[in-house]
């Protein structure tokens, strides 16, 4: 059963909210700030788009859930970030292929498993020719059944397989920085769309943002 988001944030039931940005995603700020026009889908109050705000030109933050929309919208503002009620897998057409960056944080973790591969075609649908897909993933949720969810977790090999047909893999790597009872169950990754069939080649992640690294 697909889970009510709106529910959750009407009942203040959101363990997801950390209060905070993902440690990873400061981290990889500081050492390598984001530029252009960003975009977070389910964006929740907004942790992650302030964090990229502070170094972005504009960020927009996207969720299905009104209430954390609204919410979003009260928190005092950084830089050029906004927030909008809007689904990934039907944006806006004045959304799509309008963004340098997407980071992804809380999105695909919790979308149904065969949903993914939508996934890939929205991102990939919403950034411009040789944008970036930055995102941080949940290799393990800590589940006794790994269809209990979500979140869900997912390998470095599905990754690979959802991803390569659009994307080229540009760093990856094991945050040395994450939330409480998450440390070694998450996954960084950088991918820069692929146009006309070329890919990029991989870059080597800087030392201050990632503990490991593979490819690079």
């Known amino acids: 059963m697909p889970t009510d988001w709106e529910s959750n944030y009407q009942k203040h039931d959101t363990p997801w909210d950390k ?8 981290d990889f700020l500081t050492a390598d700030p984001v530029r252009g026009r960003v975009l977070v889908p389910g964006c929740g109050l907004g942790h992650d788009v302030r964090a990229l705000a502070a170094t972005a030109d504009e960020v927009v933050g996207i969720d299905i ?5 609204k919410a979003a919208r009260t928190i005092s503002s950084v830089g050029g970030e ?3 009620l809007a689904d990934l897998f039907a944006l806006p057409p004045r959304l799509r292929g309008s963004f340098d960056w997407i980071w992804e944080h809380t999105c695909f973790c919790a979308i149904d498993r065969e949903m993914r591969a939508a996934y890939v075609a929205a991102v990939a649908g919403a950034l411009r020719p040789g944008g970036h897909l930055l995102a941080v993933f949940y290799l393990d949720p800590g589940h006794d059944d790994p269809n209990d969810g979500p979140p869900f977790g997912v390998s470095p090999a599905e990754l ?10 540009l760093r990856e790597w094991l945050p040395q920085r994450a939330y409480p009872g998450r440390e070694g169950r998450e996954w ?10 070329k890919k990029k080649p991989p870059l080597c992640v800087s030392g201050a943002a990632a503990g490991e690294k593979i490819g690079g």
């Open 82 to 84: 906004s927030y909008e």
């Open 19 to 26: 209060g905070a940005p993902s440690p990873g995603l400061v």
């Open 188 to 197: 960084m990754r950088l991918h820069a769309l692929t146009t006309d069939g």
């Open 160 to 169: 690979d397989e959802l991803f390569s047909p659009r994307f080229t893999l």
């Open 65 to 69: 859930a009104p209430s954390a929309v």
